[in-house]
Nanobody
Framework: QVQVVESGGGSVQAGGSLRLSCAASGYTYTMYCLAWFRQAPEKEREGVASMDSDGRITYADSVKGRFTISRDNAKKILYLQMNSLKPEDTAMYSC?????????????????????WGQGTQVTVSS
């Protein structure tokens, strides 16, 4: 059974940094996509960053240059290093994995029946 568990959220002042971790286990996919999403209150969920099994990376325009996605293959942990945080980055951050060749666009994930999601970790950035 595939499990996804996020950690590393918290409260930080604007300009600060946080590193989120996503431990995905129980999967045997050779081709997959791991992605970070976030959802702020009363807003739609948006894709933040993704990495596929070949290492191809995409970022949302709103986080380019500030966030870095990386992966420890041995530990099967996905990271999201978030620097220069802004109040508008405040959201619940979730990690997800789906078997796929390449990463689907964020808006397609809601229909991916084989996607597995974590419970999320809250990030709060104060001004």
């Amino acid at each position: 059974q595939v499990q996804v568990v996020e950690s590393g959220g918290g409260s930080v002042q604007a300009g600060g940094s946080l590193r989120l971790s996503c431990a995905a286990s129980g999967y045997t996919y050779t081709m997959y996509c791991l992605a970070w999403f976030r959802q702020a209150p009363e807003k739609e969920r948006e894709g933040v960053a993704s990495m596929d099994s070949d290492g191809r990376i995409t970022y949302a325009d709103s986080v380019k240059g500030r966030f870095t996605i990386s992966r420890d293959n041995a530990k099967k942990i996905l990271y999201l290093q978030m620097n220069s945080l802004k109040p508008e980055d405040t959201a619940m951050y979730s990690c997800a994995i789906v078997p796929a060749y390449g990463c689907p666009p964020p808006h397609e994930w809601v229909g991916l029946i084989h996607a597995r999601w974590g419970q999320g970790t809250q990030v709060t950035v104060s001004s």
